[in-house]
């Protein structure tokens, strides 16, 4: 089955400055790609997503890379606030009629003042 | 708000007892999937359901078992409960069909074996 690996565990950047959260996936048929946001006790919030026939998609603040070849993908924001700090997931899934997410392990991201 | 809901938000139970939680989806979703999250484990796919069918099994244990009604909420049934079962439960709804794969997640369950 399918196996996401993200790094880093975890990542502390000044308010400003830039974040970058990378992760690899193993099934060359994955073809959809989510970010998740998880705040302390919350649920799971989908932020960002890219699909297999696109290389690069933003949003404000918020962009991701997807390279198919090399089957990874990245989360990267820009300005990064306190309220960006949480616990970043990455995701991957199949198309088809089974679209269960395979998630990463995650990286708490820390936003210093 | 994600629209998905969820009850309990919280449960506390002993071991060896059985439990349900619920969720109901997203106006208009009739995909349901069930995550468990704990500390060790990270975020585990157990089940997804397609307008009331079981689409795709994962790392569901067989104490564990979950279905859809006519209406599109769902059950997970945790039963012969043990510590290791203590975890966040997570429902997540989707359109589903052709080219829709976006998941909300509801609030959760936490589910506490004392």
């Known amino acids: 089955g399918e196996n996401v690996e993200q790094h880093p565990s975890t990542l502390s950047v000044q308010e400003g400055d830039s974040a970058v959260i990378k992760c690899t996936y193993s099934d060359s048929a994955s073809n959809y790609f989510p970010w998740y946001k998880q705040e302390l006790g919350k649920r799971p919030q989908l932020i960002i997503d890219i699909r297999s026939n696109v290389g690069e998609k933003k949003d404000q603040r918020i962009a991701v890379t997807l390279n198919k070849t090399a089957k990874h993908f990245s989360l990267h924001i820009t300005e990064t606030q306190p309220e960006d700090s949480a616990v970043y997931f990455c995701?991957?899934?199949?198309?088809?009629?089974?679209?269960?997410?395979?998630f990463g392990s995650g990286t708490q991201l820390t936003v210093l003042p | 708000d994600s629209g998905v809901t969820q009850t309990p938000k919280h449960l506390i139970t002993a071991t060896g007892q059985r439990v349900t939680l619920r969720c109901s989806p997203r106006s208009g979703d009739l995909s349901v999937y069930w995550y468990q999250q704990s500390l060790d484990q990270g975020l585990q796919f157990l089940i997804q359901y397609y307008n009331g069918e079981e689409r795709a099994k994962g790392n569901i244990l067989e104490r564990f078992s979950a279905q859809q009604f006519p209406d599109l909420h769902s059950e997970l049934n945790l039963s012969s409960l043990e510590l290791g079962d203590s975890a966040l439960y997570f429902c997540?709804?989707?359109?589903?069909?052709?080219?829709?794969?976006?998941?909300?997640f509801g609030p959760g369950t936490r589910l506490t074996v004392t």
């Open positions: 997540a709804s989707s359109v589903g069909g052709q080219g829709h794969h976006e998941q909300y």
């Open positions: 995701a991957a899934s199949l198309s088809g009629s089974a679209r269960q997410l395979t």
